[in-house]
Nanobody, 119 residues
Framework: QVQLVESGGGLVQAGDSLTLSCAAS????????MGWFRQAPVKERELLAT????????YYADSVKGRFTISRDNAKNTVSLQMNSLKPEDTAVYYC????????????WGQGTQVTVSS
């Protein structure tokens, strides 16, 4: 059974940094992109960043480019999201997800971790 388990969320102040981690298990993710999403109350889910499991090529949304960094550790089967210079508008539930290359939908999702940034 495939599982994605996020951790590392919490309450921080504006300007602080936080690193989220996603532990992936249950299958090999070769041929997958891993992504981080977030969803704030009454807002649509937003794709923040993706990383290819093999090549480590990355994509960033404009809203986080230059502040967030996605990385993966193949040996530990983890994907991380380093978040710097956090702003109150970064407050949301953050999700890790995986989708097979060539497919449009994300196949696997974590349960989410709450990040709250106070001003």
């Amino acid at each position: 059974q495939v599982q994605l388990v996020e951790s590392g969320g919490g309450l921080v102040q504006a300007g602080d940094s936080l690193t989220l981690s996603c532990a992936a298990s249950g299958r090999t993710f070769n041929g997958y992109d891993m992504g981080w999403f977030r969803q704030a109350p009454v807002k649509e889910r937003e794709l923040l960043a993706t990383i290819n499991w093999i090549s480590a090529s990355t994509y960033y949304a404009d809203s986080v480019k230059g502040r967030f960094t996605i990385s993966r550790d193949n040996a530990k089967n983890t994907v991380s999201l380093q978040m710097n210079s956090l702003k109150p508008e970064d407050t949301a539930v953050y999700y890790c997800a995986a989708h097979q290359i060539g497919r449009s939908n994300y196949d696997y999702w974590g349960q989410g971790t709450q990040v709250t940034v106070s001003s």
